[in-house]
C-alpha cells in the first residue's frame, strides 16, 4: 500500500513538474507540494489549520451579530489570510517546472479564486457577495487529504462509487423521469390553488416527497392528491433502496476481496479471458492450466 | 454481452416485423426502430434532444410568467414538435410489417398519445388541462436507452427487482396492513379535532411518518398519540431496512458471480467441484468441458 | 420446500386438533383451516376478498362525507359481513377437536374480535368507536397468507430478523439511550418557551429527528439548540444505519447459501462440534473425517 | 465465547483492582463489580430497575401538569434514589482496591454525577436545572450491559464500526464539506430575506436538508434556490447511502466468517488449502493440524 500511496502522491504534483537537482526550488517543490518529508508535513499540518481559521473568519462574519461588532478585526485577520495564501500561490507557482500548467489546474484555479475576491472587494465597491466565494478555499483541504493520511480510504470510495457509474447513470435517469411524470401528473391533480403552481414547481416537490425530505412547504390538499402522494412516498423509498444497494454490493465485494481492483486479474494464456475464479486451476472458457492463483490474503 | 445486446435490440422491434429484403422500407426500419448502423444511431440520438426539448416546452409553459409572457413562441414551438412527432409516429406506422400490432404495443400507444393532445385541444376548446399527458412523451426515451447503451445495467436492475419479485410483495403487504391498523389506531387516539378527520387521512398520515417524509401537515397532539407516533417512526425504519436489505442482497449476490438457491448448480463431470461461473464451459479444478450454460438472459 | 410447506400448514391447526376419520367435520375442517384442497384454496380466496371487503367498509364508514351519505347501505353491508363472519366463527368451533384451544389461540381471539364490536354496538348505545377495532380482521387475512402462497418468504423474512433478534435489541437499547439523553439535553438548552415543555415532548422531537422523519411541529431556536440538532442527525443517521446493515448482512448472507437455516448443520461425529464449512471433509476443531458435504445446491 | 465473555467482564473492574484473598471486601466486589455469582447477577437486575425507576421519576418530574401533582411524592422517591446511589458509590470506593483509579475511571464520574445533582440543589437555591444532569444515570445501565447479557453483540457491533473508523472519518469530511460550500451557496443565492439570516444559519439547513429530516422552518424560496435544493437532496441521499453501505459491508463480511485483508490468512501446512474458520484447529480439507489461531479478541 505504501508503494501506492507514494505513486498517487507523487504523481500529481509531478505533472506540473518537479524541479530537477536538489536546489532551492527543487527543496520548496518538496515542502509545499509533497508530504514525504518531514518539513512537507508540518506545511501541510499548519496549512489545513490556516484554512479552517479562514474559513471560520468568513462563516462567523455573516453572522449579524457577530459581523458587526468584530467588523474591523475580522477585517485584518481577513487580510492576513489573503497575503498568506497569495505568499503560498507565488510560491507555488516559483518552484514548479510548468508553472500554467499549475494555474490551470483544478487545484491552482481554486488558489487564484481563494486569494482573488478580497483584492477584487478592494477595487469594485459594493461586491461584497462575492466575498464568500472564499468559501472555496475549503475545497484546498482535498489536496492535502489527497496526499497524506487518508488517501487510501479516498481512493477505495471512489473506486466504489466509480465501478458503479453506469448504475448510479441508470439510477439517476430513472428518478429524474418519475420527478417529471409523477410531478406534472400532481400538477393537473392538485392545480395552482393548492401550492402546485406550475410544473417545476410540482418537480421541487417530487423530489422533496421522493427523497423522504418532506419540508412540508407545499402539501397535497386534494383526497386524490394525497393517494398518489401516498404511493408516490412507497415507490420512492424503494427506488431510493436501490444507490444503497449498489454502493454497498460494490463495498462488500471489495471487503471479500473479490473481484476488487486490488487482485490482480488472471489472463487465460490459451484464449485470454478474464473473470476467472480466485482458486480456479483451469480455463473456464478453453481449459487451459492458468497460473496458479495469487494468495488471496496479500 | 454483445451477443445478448444485439438479441434484445432485435427482438423487440422484431415482433413488429422487420419487412424482408433490402428496400426502402427496410432501409427506414433499422434507422427507426434498430440502433445498429450509424444512420440508426444519429436518428436515436436526435430523436432523444427533440424528445427533451418538447418536454422542456411543456414545463416552461406551466410556469405563469413565461407562460404568459412567450405564449405565441411556445405555440409555435409546440407545433413543430407535433408535426414531427406525427410525421414520426406515421414512417413507423409505414414500415413496420404488422402496423396494427405496433399501433397497440406499449411504445405504440405512447407514440400516438404524444402527439394526440395538441390536435384535440384544437377541436376541443378547454382541453387545455389535457395538454399535460405530452408529458409522457418523456417514456418515448426509454424506447432508446432499451436499445442502446445502457441495456445491460437496466436489464441486471431489473433482474435484481424481479427476482425479489415475491419478497417485494410480501414487505408490501406487511407495510399495507402496518398503515391501516396502525393508521385507524391513531384516528381512534387523536379524533377528527388532531386532523385525523377520517381512516384514509390517518392512513395518509401513517404513511408519511413510516417512509420518514414527514410533511408536517397532520402531527400527533395528543400525549398518547406522540408516543405511538413515536414508536411508529423507530418501527417504519425498522420495516423499511427491509427493501434496502431485499436489493442490496440481490445486488451483492449478483455483483459476487453466485446465483440464487434456484439457479441449478452445474456439477463438474471430472471431478465434481461446484461454484463454477454461470458462462464457464470448462471446470475450474480439472479443465474438463462442462455440461452447456443454461441461458442467462431466459 | 413443499415439505417444509405442507408441514407448516399442518402443523399450526393441527394443534386445535383435526377431527379423525373422513367425516362431514373432518370435510370442514380441510376446507376451513387447511389449503390442500382445491374446495380449502377457493374458501381462503373467498375469504380475503370478503375480509378487505368489510375493511374497506369500515375506512370508507369514517369519512364524513361518506359515512352521512350511504348510512344506511353501510349499516346493511356491516351486518351482512357480521353474521358471515358469526357463522364462519361458529363453523371453526365446531369443526375443531379442541373448540377451547382453538377460542384462546390467537387468531381464534382475533375472529372473535372481528364481530363482537357489531353485536356490542348494538347493545351499549355511544360506543361506536368501539367499531374501529373491526379493522383488526385485517390480521385474519395473515392466517390465510401464512397457509398459502408466501409461506416460504414469510419464513425466510421472519428467520432473517429472528436470527438477528440480539442485534436489534442491542441497536434499540442504544437508541432509546441516545433519545432519553439527547432529548433531555435539548429539553435544557431550548426549554419550554422553544416548544420542548417537557422531558417526555423533547424526547418526542428526538425520535422525530433522528428517525429523519422532521414533521417540524417542534424545531430548535437557539443557535446552541441548532447546532446540537445539526449533530443529532448526523448521528442519528448514522445509528439508523445499523437496522439496514443488520438486515441487510443477515440476508445477503442467506442469499447466498451459507450458513443459513436451510443447510443442514453438519456435527463432528469427533467432538461434536458444529459450525464447518459446507465444503469441509475434515472436522476443523478435531480433525476426524466428516460425513459428506450435502449438496449445496439442493 | 464464554471465555471472552468471562475475560472481557473480569478485565475492566479488574483495574480497580479486585481485593485479595475470600474477605467481605472481596466478597462485596463480586457482588457489585461482577456478574458471575447469582448474588452478583441479581444485584445487577435490581440496579437496572432501580436506574430506570429514578430515570422515569426524573422524565416525568418534567412534566408541568405532573410536576406540580406530585411534587412532594417526586421529591421523596427522589432522596430515596439518591441516597440509595450515594450508598452504592460508598460501597464501590469500599470494596475496590485502588479508589482513586476507580473514582477518576468514566463509570466512577458518572456515578458521581448520579447523585451530586440532588445534594447541590439542597446547598444551592436556583439550581434546579442542574437536576436534569441524573439524566446521566441511564448510562450506568451500559456498564451492567457490557458485564452481562449482550457482551457479545456490542462487542461486535463495535469492531465493526471500530473497523470502519477510517472509512467513517472520511465520509464524514465529504459530508461536512459539502454541508459548508452548499450551505454558503445557498446563503448567497437565498439571502436572509428568505429566513437564511448567515452562514451558520444556511448549514443548519443544509445538514436538515441533506440528512432527509426536512423540518421545514426553513425552505427554499427562490426558483434558482429549489433547484440548487432539489440537486442536494438527491445528492444527500447519494452521499448518505454510504455509511449504510459501510456498516453493511463490514457486517456482512463478519457474517460471513470471513475477515478483512488485514487479519492474516492460515494456510494449511499439509494440502496449502485457505479460508478455514478462524477459530478451526485442523485444516477441512486434509484434516492436518493448522497453526494456532491468533486471538480474535485482540
Same mark, same amino acid.
Given at each position: ?11 500529481a ?14 527543496r520548496?517543490?518538496e515542502?509545499i507540494?509533497e508530504?514525504?518529508?518531514p ?8 496549512l489545513?489549520?490556516v484554512?479552517?481559521l ?6 462567523l ?8 461588532r ?26 514548479v517546472?510548468?508553472?500554467?500548467r499549475y494555474?490551470t ?15 477584487v472587494s478592494?477595487? *469594485?465597491?459594493? @461586491?461584497? $457577495? +462575492?466575498?464568500? &466565494?472564499r468559501i !472555496?478555499r475549503l /475545497?484546498?483541504?482535498?489536496r ?15 473506486h466504489a462509487?466509480?465501478?458503479s457509474?453506469?448504475?448510479?447513470? *441508470?439510477?439517476? @435517469?430513472v $428518478? +429524474?423521469?418519475? &420527478?417529471v411524470? !409523477?410531478g406534472? /401528473?400532481m400538477?393537473?391533480v ?16 417530487a ?12 402539501t ?7 393517494a398518489i402522494a ?11 433502496a ?7 454490493a460494490?463495498m462488500?465485494s ?5 473481484r476488487g ?12 479471458s478474464?473473470?476467472?475464479?480466485p ?10 492450466a ?9
Amino acid at each position: 500500500m505504501t508503494d501506492e500511496r507514494r505513486n498517487l502522491a507523487r504523481r500529481a504534483p509531478a505533472s506540473y513538474g518537479k524541479p530537477a537537482g536538489e536546489g532551492l526550488r527543487a527543496r520548496l517543490f518538496e515542502i509545499i507540494f509533497e508530504s514525504d518529508t518531514p518539513a512537507g508535513r508540518r506545511f501541510d499540518k499548519a496549512l489545513i489549520v490556516v484554512i479552517l481559521l479562514s474559513i471560520l473568519v468568513v462563516v462567523l462574519e455573516s453572522v449579524p451579530s457577530i459581523g458587526a461588532r468584530y467588523a474591523a478585526t475580522m477585517h485584518v485577520l481577513e487580510w492576513g489570510f489573503t497575503l498568506l495564501f497569495t505568499a503560498e500561490y507565488i510560491a507555488r507557482l516559483a518552484c514548479v517546472r510548468r508553472p500554467l500548467r499549475y494555474a490551470t489546474s483544478f487545484f491552482g484555479v481554486v488558489d487564484l479564486v481563494s486569494v482573488l475576491p478580497t483584492y477584487v472587494s478592494l477595487l *469594485v465597491p459594493g @461586491s461584497a $457577495v +462575492l466575498l464568500d &466565494i472564499r468559501i !472555496l478555499r475549503l /475545497l484546498r483541504v482535498f489536496r492535502i487529504f489527497k496526499l497524506t493520511l487518508y488517501v487510501e480510504e479516498y481512493t477505495r470510495l471512489g473506486h466504489a462509487l466509480a465501478a458503479s457509474r453506469r448504475k448510479i447513470m *441508470v439510477f439517476l @435517469s430513472v $428518478v +429524474l423521469m418519475a &420527478i417529471v411524470v !409523477l410531478g406534472t /401528473l400532481m400538477y393537473v391533480v392538485e392545480g395552482p390553488e393548492n401550492g402546485f403552481t406550475s410544473i417545476p414547481m410540482a418537480m421541487y416537490w417530487a423530489t422533496v416527497t421522493m427523497t423522504t425530505v418532506g419540508y412540508g412547504d407545499i402539501t397535497p390538499h386534494t383526497h386524490l392528491g394525497k393517494a398518489i402522494a401516498s404511493c408516490m412516498m412507497l415507490l420512492g423509498w424503494g427506488i431510493l433502496a436501490v444507490p444503497t444497494g449498489i454502493v454497498t454490493a460494490e463495498m462488500t465485494s471489495q471487503r471479500l476481496g473479490r473481484r476488487g481492483p486490488r487482485t490482480p486479474e488472471r489472463g487465460c494464456p490459451g484464449c485470454g479471458s478474464t473473470g476467472h475464479d480466485p482458486r480456479a486451476r483451469f480455463c473456464k472458457d478453453c481449459g487451459a492450466a492458468l497460473s496458479p492463483p495469487s494468495d488471496p490474503a496479500a
